[in-house]
Structures are given as C-alpha cells and as structure tokens.
C-alpha cells in the first residue's frame, strides 16, 4: 500500500500527484498543478496561479497568491483562495469557502456549505443544498439557481446583488418581503401551480439590490414592504411566459421587463423603468415618476390610484404658456394603432368616455373625455372645452389630449368648474411616428374605462 507523501516543490511550474492517504503538498513559486486523490490532503499552491484538487477525503486547499482555481472534489472540505482573483469550487459534501483578497468567484456544489467570498468583488453561488453565504467586503453577486436548497445570505460592505434564477421551463411564484429584525425574506410559494412545490426561502441579511430571472413559464412575483431592509433595486426579468409582477406595496426603485408574452406588471411608490416586451402588456406605473414602454404588442397603460402626484399644470403670466410642476409618467412608444389608455372609472371619477376633436362640443355628460388639440394654454384649453361642452356647473372628470405644449401629453382635470386644476397623467415624447402630433388616426379606441 502506498505511503503518505510529504512533497516541496520548486520555484518553477511542478505537477504533483498525491497517493491514498494523507499527503502534504508545498507549490511554493511557480505555477503548481497538485492533485490530492484519496486521503485527507493539505495541498498549498504557493506564490503564482496554481491549480489544487482535493480528490476524495476531507481536504484542505490554499491557493497563497496568484490567481488559483481550487476544486475540493468529495468530502468535507476547506478551500481559502488567499491572495488574487480565485475560483473556488466545493464539490460533494458540506464544504467551507474563503476567496480571501481579489475578485473571486465561488461555487458550494452540492450539499451545505458555507462560503466568504472575502475582500474584492466576488460572486458567490451556494448551489445545492441549505447553504450560507456572505460577500465580504466589495461590490458581490450572490447567486440563487432553480434546485438550489434554502440559503442565508449577507452581502456585507459594499453594494450587493442577490439574483434568482427561476426554474427553466416551469412557474415560479415568487415573494419579497421583510420579516424581523428587517431583514428582507425571499421565498418560492409555488412551482408550476402547485403550492409548496419546489419551496424554498432566502433569508437576506443584508443587500443592496435583488436580480429575479423568470426564465420560461408563466411566472409571478409580488413584492410587499422593504422599509428599512437596505434593498434599494429591484430587477425582475420575466422570460418567456404570460408573467405578472406587482410590486405596488414597495417605494423601491423597480426595473422590470416582461420579456415575450402577455405581462402584467405593476409599479411602486417610487421612479420606476417598466418595459413590457413583446406580447399583449398591461402596465401600471403606480405612484411617482415613471418611465414606460409597452415594446410590440397592443399595450394598455393603467392609469388609476393617486394619478394627481405625477404632475401638475399651471398657466404661466398672461395664461399663454404652462409650467409643469414636479413630473409625470413618460410613456416612450405608445403606438395609436394597438395601445390604450386603461383608466379607472372610480378613481379617477369618469363614467364615461366620450371622444371629441375640436374646440366646440355639445355634450351634457357629467363626466367626459375630450380629446383635442390647437391649445397654447393647458389651463385655457380645459376650460374651453369645459365651456363648450356646457357642463361647466358640475363637477366630473375632464381629460384631454394636447400636442401644443411643446411636447404630446395626456392631461387630466377632476373638477371641470377650475381650468387651473389640471394634472398631467402621461408624456408622450418620444411616440412613434409622429401620428400622435397631427391626431390623424388617434380615436377613442385608443382609450378604455375599467
């Protein structure tokens, strides 16, 4: 039976093989590849890019400097990068990662592990298995896959990442919240439509952003309150699927996309990006500042809550200009031949729509929508049109649409009685083809009333 082996290298490159027991590898300089086989073996790359492998046994791995890969293989093992950008793979069983200094990337394998990426920007994959993961100091990617088991992860100093992958061809129901001591708490509630199917939870101590990758499948993904969690950005790719996202009980910052499919997605408190992708979308801005864009497909935009914080109009001296005060919803590519405006009769105080171009109309609805344009004066428009339209004694819901302030907005006014009570619900800068500023083709069925 072959002897344990105690094995200096040189300062030059060496290969060094171990036998079935316990052997202790020294690289030293040079760029060292020691294979450890059978056996408990301590294996030291040394100075210089090596290339350590544990084999079977409960092996214990140091790279030293250089950029090292490290692979544990089976067994419970320890893995410390040291110095330089490392790679870290645990392999089979419940394994201890350390990058140490540099931009390391570490993966546990399968099984319970416990990985540091250290100093440096790292990514940091827990894989199989119940595992525990922090960052450590630097700007890390904690990384969740579809079969991975239940982690805790602590991003550490710096502004961390935790992304989800969702499963590759099924359903995912995803939730984000918060639970004691304010640490955020993400879990899968259901897999292909099966409650508790495919379950698992991250418990987030601490991180600056979440990354949610759908993939395939219709997916889901409500996210509640993160007050006082530290996350500050989350981004939800969908994947192909019909997906929905709601995210109307959070103020953090969200960038979604639904990607291919028909997708519901819901913004905010807060400034959100929301593209729907391709397919047939349906896309709530929610409260504050908003950026929308539908893609291809016929999209609705939903307008319906607290609409009146967007932006608000006010004529200039001599009531000949407007100024708008704070911001509304930018709606990049509403597209007059597919796309609508979905708004919420209840909210917004409207019973019906009523399409009308021009200056003059002789409805007597108590609540009307008036599309027109040739205005200078956003307040004198309203009023005009409210005049004309001889139901300037109640109160209701006036909206119209105005290409002559410079740029195409939707405008909105609750009480028909005040021309200078007007908000703006939407701007439409960048709408494509310019049919939007001659109004050839726009028509009421560009609008629809839920």
Do not use: C
């Not at 001296?317 to 009769?345: H, M, Q, Y």
Request: charged share 20%; aromatic share 6%.
């Amino acid at each position: 039976m072959a002897k344990s082996k105690r094995i200096r290298g040189t300062e030059r490159s060496d290969v060094f093989r171990g036998t079935n027991k316990k052997d202790v590898m020294l690289g030293l300089a040079g760029s060292d590849f020691l294979f450890g086989r059978a056996g408990n073996d301590i294996l030291n790359g040394g100075d210089d890019s090596d290339q350590l492998f544990g084999g079977g046994g409960n092996d214990t791995l140091n790279g030293g400097d250089g950029n090292d890969l490290l692979d544990g293989g089976n067994g419970v093992d320890i893995l410390a990068g040291g110095n330089g950008n490392d790679t870290l793979l645990g392999g089979k069983g419940n394994d201890a990662l350390d990058g140490g200094a540099g931009n390391d990337t570490l993966e546990g394998g399968e099984d319970n592990d416990t990985l540091n990426g250290g100093d440096g920007n790292d990514t940091v994959l827990g894989g199989k298995g119940d595992d525990v993961m922090a960052g450590g100091s630097g700007n890390d990617t904690l990384e969740w896959a579809d079969g991975d088991g239940s982690d805790i992860i602590s991003g550490n100093a710096g502004n961390d990442t935790v992304v989800v992958k969702g499963a590759e061809t099924k359903a995912d129901s995803f939730v984000l919240g918060k639970e004691a001591l304010n640490k955020a708490f993400f879990e899968r509630v259901a897999l292909d439509g099966t409650p508790g199917t495919g379950r698992f939870t991250l418990t987030v101590d601490t991180s600056e952003a979440f990354e949610v990758n759908g993939l395939a499948g219709n997916d889901s993904f409500k996210v509640n309150d993160l007050s006082n969690t530290g996350v500050n950005l989350i981004s939800f790719s969908g994947g192909d699927g019909n997906d929905s996202f709601d995210g109307s009980a959070t103020s953090t910052l969200l960038q979604l996309n639904g990607d291919a499919g028909n997708d519901s997605l819901i913004g905010g408190t807060g400034n959100d990006v929301i593209t729907g992708g391709d397919g047939n979308d349906l896309i709530t801005g929610g409260d504050g500042v908003d950026i929308l864009t539908g893609g291809a497909g016929a999209d609705q935009f939903v307008y319906a809550g607290n609409v009146f914080a967007g932006g608000a109009l006010t004529p200039n001296a001599g009531g000949t200009g407007i100024s708008v005060l704070n911001k509304p919803d930018v709606i990049k590519d509403f597209e007059i031949g597919g796309d609508r405006f979905n708004l919420n009769s209840k909210d917004l105080g409207i019973s019906a729509i009523n399409f009308q171009k021009g200056t003059s109309s002789t409805l007597t609805n108590g609540n009307v929508l008036v599309l027109t344009d040739g205005f200078a004066a956003a307040a004198g428009a309203a009023k005009a049109i409210a005049n004309n339209a001889n139901i300037t004694d109640k109160e209701g819901a006036f909206t119209y649409f105005n290409t002559t302030l410079g740029i195409s907005r939707l405008v909105y006014s609750k009480d028909l009685a005040n021309g200078g009570d007007i908000s703006v619900l939407a701007n439409l800068g960048d709408a494509k083809t310019g049919a939007l500023a001659s109004q050839a083709n726009f028509s009421g069925n560009n609008f629809s009333l839920v």
